[in-house]
Nanobody, 127 residues
């Protein structure tokens, strides 16, 4: 049974930083992509960033580019999201997601194309 467990959320003031982690277990995959999505109250779930496991190729939404960095540790089955220069509009529940196998880049930003999800972790940024 595949499981994803996020950690690292919390509250921070604008301009601060947080680091989220997501560990996955319960499966061995030859091809996969890990993504981070977020959902604020009353809003649609939106793509934040994703990384293809095999070659670490990444993609970011325009709203976080230059501030957030995704990385992975293959030995630990863990993906990280380093969030710097946080803004109040970054406030949301953040979810990690697993896509198996990794699809074409065109589908990397579509949350419906991900197969497994974590429980979410709250990030709150105050002004």
């Amino acid at each position: 049974q595949v499981q994803l467990v996020e950690s690292g959320g919390g509250s921070v003031q604008a301009g601060g930083s947080l680091r989220l982690s997501c560990v996955f277990s319960g499966g061995t995959f030859s091809s996969l992509r890990m993504g981070w999505f977020r959902q604020a109250p009353g809003k649609e779930r939106e793509f934040v960033t994703a990384i293809r496991w095999s070659d670490s190729s990444t993609g970011y939404s325009d709203s976080v580019k230059g501030r957030f960095t995704i990385s992975r540790d293959m030995a630990k089955n863990t993906v990280y999201l380093q969030m710097n220069s946080l803004k109040p509009e970054d406030t949301a529940v953040y979810y990690c997601a697993l896509q198996v196998p990794a699809t074409s880049v065109a589908f990397a930003r579509l949350w419906r194309r991900y197969d497994y999800w974590g429980q979410g972790t709250q990030v709150t940024v105050s002004s």
